[in-house]
């Protein structure tokens, strides 16, 4: 899934330089229906599926499929993940119910705010181990993200909310949402780092400019006891 984006395009060079080690079972993507439709001539998938709808090429032999019927299929060993955000949620859960290796490199389905953190907002994605009930061909697929009040420090991997997918309205799915990285918190330590800069930035601020003014007057005295020796030497010629 996500044959055509940045990490997509880049397994399928790594297919291409193992020839005879894998076959491209089927090929998922959004919109990008040309570039699509160009691996699909070059790796003949049996099957294939895009975002696109109403835009089809009907000199494939490949046939039309889902992408959670994808993910599912007897014959496929290795699912690879490589959707942003949500779009790929369901046919991950479906091939992890089906019992397959499912490669995740997708890009995290939302932010979750941070209270009292070195970072507002922190990236989060959703566990693997739950239930779906598989989508009738055609349903309408949706889902919710319910945040928690989240206070820092946050450490990678711990709940930061809940995602809920949705079928026709009906919810389907459920799962907790797991922080990507760590955020830190706003603690004394580092109010006391801040401050300890800041006092140095004055500090430095405050010096520099009372012996910048010292030299300035100096150098203004210099230059008014040469002008007058200069005036004297004048008169005295």
């Not at 699909?40 to 599926?49: G, L, Q």
């Not at 090429?57 to 942003?84: G, H, Q, R, Y």
């Not at 939302?110 to 779906?132: L, Q």
């Not at 930035?201 to 200069?230: D, E, N, P, Q, W």
């Amino acid at each position: 899934m996500g044959s055509t984006g940045s990490l997509g395009t880049q397994a399928l060079q790594v297919v291409d330089s193992l020839p005879g080690n894998f076959e491209v079972l089927a090929l998922a993507a959004g919109y990008r229906t040309e570039l699509l439709f160009e691996q699909i001539r070059k790796y003949k998938p049996r099957y294939y599926w895009h975002a696109a709808q109403g835009s089809y090429d009907f000199n494939f032999k490949s046939e039309w499929l889902l992408p959670s019927e994808m993910t599912i299929l007897p014959e496929a060993d290795l699912v690879l993940i490589t959707t942003s955000g949500t779009a790929g949620l369901l046919p991950t859960i479906a091939a992890l119910k089906a019992g397959k290796t499912v490669a995740l490199a997708n890009q995290p389905c939302g932010k979750i705010r941070v209270n009292g953190g070195t970072s507002g907002e922190i990236d989060a994605a959703p566990r693997e181990n739950f239930d779906i009930i598989e989508p009738n061909c055609g349903a309408e697929v949706t889902t919710k993200i319910e945040p928690l009040l989240v206070e820092a420090p946050i450490e990678k991997g711990m709940k930061v909310g809940t995602i809920t997918a949705f079928i026709d309205g009906v919810p389907a799915a459920s799962a907790d949402l797991c922080a990507l990285n760590y955020v830190g918190s706003v603690g004394v330590g580092n109010i006391w780092q801040w401050t300890m800069k800041f006092g140095v930035a004055v500090f430095c601020l405050l010096v520099g400019g009372k012996y910048g003014a010292a030299f300035t007057k100096g150098s203004r005295r210099r230059r008014r006891g040469i002008t007058s020796t200069m005036r004297d030497f004048n008169n005295f010629r």
